[in-house]
């Protein structure tokens, strides 16, 4: 007992120690100084082609750069390190001209054997690197490896690289698609330094305990990119320090030091915020938005809404095969009500699965206002004797961008319902290791609360994902809009595109295999001193640019 205490003394200690030298850390900041910043947790790896999670990639982004991105804030595909791209060969072929001048922060040059090194590198794992925990957005984009190690895995969409000279990449890819550019925008692409890949084994991993292990030091010691910050040190639980990187090639980054701190609770995030210990916070609680808005010092910085939550419906469940029944679900989810009470200005109701802003977006969806009486004319209508039972289904222990209160949004849901002729069971489930498994399954229940948060600007990555193939969550087979969403991934002409996806969504908006019922706007709190602060819709945040004002 007594070791234990002394042990406690000591983190007690240590975190005072750590508390007090954010603070002074954050007094003592000005325009080029140094800003703390609080995410929910640590990164997993700073190798964002080995991971998946937001946490890691909010990090990521500041320190690797990608042949084409976003422009911070906004869904424009813009130039990065390519300046140009270029396809030919009916799609199969891209030529992307290269940004020149520009180096790796270790000091490797980056050109076209560089590109090729990471395409390659990307093709060329093996083993442990082809499970799907260690390679999720490389085996989504491009589908399998140079070699497979299993046959559940897809043939390879990527074929070869080539270098010509130093400031032109050729990538070939073993056929056409209308999202290859779109992917590229993803951290997991971004070009890493070859030369610090290969010192620091960036290619060594292991399965442990059923899941991804990366052993070498170069995720956690080494990551190099050549964006306008560095690595300076990594402790696990406490802190991740970023420079500025002297040689950018681009502007340079106006602070010379970036801390980013994991404070997992809403509510400790919120209080660092008030008490001085960070500058500004991802993941703001709706319930805390007041808090910070009615503070003088402080401000909200909104996400753009790039997320949806939906109500599934299995369709493999009667009577949930009949449209009419999925239409009264429609009419009977008083979805305005939900997102007025419990979103605290955060989110706007959703009709549709894209989120407004994005191509094939349209205001051509059939609508469906919450209708008690319409509903319950059209079970009726299906010859079903009210109140219809109906199992529904929402997760626990779990807070999401699109849904911060699960609870409450399925309390009011179930209330509509059960006033618009259905009789509803209450299900949960954890959200891990149960809840997720069972409505990719197919199995959690006949409705259930569910959402999705964009990787890229593209509507594939939305509607494609959900229903462009047969999916258990939903039970629902379409063959007319299953075609047309395959047709619209694999068509390169933008046009075409986006008129197979807004015909897509008006049929869909028709058959209602799901109810979308949110867009949210997730919500960062940050001192009114910081400038510049960019939310991006993808859930990433930009320091590029921001500042920190004197005091």
Not at 108 to 125: E, G, I, L, Q, S
Not at 156 to 163: R, V
Not at 299 to 311: Q, S
Request: glycine content about 10%; aromatic content about 12%; some cysteine.
């Amino acid at each position: 007992m007594r070791g234990k205490g002394l042990h406690l003394l000591i983190g007690v200690l240590v975190a005072a120690v750590l508390a007090a030298t954010a603070t002074a850390a954050v007094k003592k900041t000005h325009a080029g100084g140094t800003l703390v910043f609080a995410g929910a947790a640590d990164p997993t790896l700073l190798d964002p082609a080995l991971v998946s999670d937001g946490e890691s990639f909010r990090a990521t982004e500041q320190m690797f750069e990608t042949l084409v991105k976003l422009k911070p804030g906004t869904l424009k595909l813009v130039p990065d390190l390519a300046t140009k791209w270029t396809p030919s060969n009916g799609g199969k072929t891209w030529t992307f001209t290269l940004r020149q001048g520009v180096k790796f922060t270790d000091g490797t040059a980056f050109n076209a054997k560089a590109v090729c090194a990471n395409f390659n590198r990307w093709y060329n794992w093996t083993g442990p690197f082809q499970d799907a925990g260690a390679t999720y957005y490389y085996q989504a984009a491009f589908g399998g490896f140079k070699n497979n190690g299993s046959s559940t895995l897809s043939p390879p969409l990527y074929k070869s690289c080539a270098a010509k000279g130093n400031s032109t990449a050729v990538v070939n890819l073993n056929h056409a698609t209308g999202t290859f550019i779109n992917w590229l925008v993803l951290q997991a692409f971004a070009m890493q330094s070859p030369t610090a890949m290969n010192k620091y084994g960036a290619d060594q991993g292991s399965i442990s305990n059923g899941a991804f292990k990366a052993t070498g030091s170069y995720g956690f010691s080494h990551p190099t990119g050549t964006g306008p910050y560095k690595f300076v040190s990594w402790t696990i639980g406490q802190k991740l320090e970023l420079a500025k990187n002297p040689s950018y090639w681009g502007p340079k980054a106006k602070l010379d030091r970036l801390i980013i701190r994991p404070i997992s609770a809403n509510t400790a995030r919120l209080q660092a915020l008030q008490t001085g210990d960070v500058n500004a916070y991802d993941l703001a609680a709706p319930q805390d938005v007041p808090t910070i808005t009615g503070n003088s010092n402080l401000k909200v910085v909104k996400r753009p809404a790039f997320n949806v939550a939906y109500v599934t419906i299995n369709s493999a469940h009667a009577p949930f095969n009949n449209k009419l029944v999925r239409q009264a679900v429609a009419y009977g989810l008083d979805r305005q009500s939900v997102v007025k009470n419990f979103y605290y200005g955060t989110g706007k109701v959703a009709d549709q699965f894209l989120p407004p802003g994005l191509f094939g977006w349209t205001n051509k969806v059939t609508k469906y206002t919450y209708d008690p009486e319409k509903a319950k004319a059209l079970l009726k209508q299906a010859g079903l004797s009210l109140p219809v039972p109906v199992e529904f289904w929402y997760p626990t222990g779990v807070s999401r961008p699109y849904m911060p209160d699960p609870q409450r949004n399925f309390q009011a849901f179930a209330a509509s319902l059960e006033n618009s002729g259905f009789k509803v069971t209450v299900k949960s489930a954890p959200w891990r290791p149960d809840y997720v498994s069972k409505v990719n399954a197919g199995t959690a229940g006949d409705l259930n609360l569910i959402g999705w948060t964009g990787d890229f600007g593209d509507p594939d990555n939305f509607v494609g994902t959900f229903f462009k193939t047969f999916s258990p969550q939903f039970g629902w087979k379409n063959n007319q809009i299953q075609t047309l969403l395959q047709k619209a991934a694999d068509e390169t002409n933008l046009k075409k595109r986006t008129a197979m996806y807004q015909k897509a969504s008006i049929l869909l908006s028709k058959s209602v295999p799901a109810v979308p019922y949110v867009n949210a706007t997730p919500a960062l709190g940050a001192q009114k001193k910081v400038a510049d602060l960019v939310a991006t819709p993808t859930g990433g945040v930009w320091f590029g640019n921001t500042s920190v004002g004197g005091q």
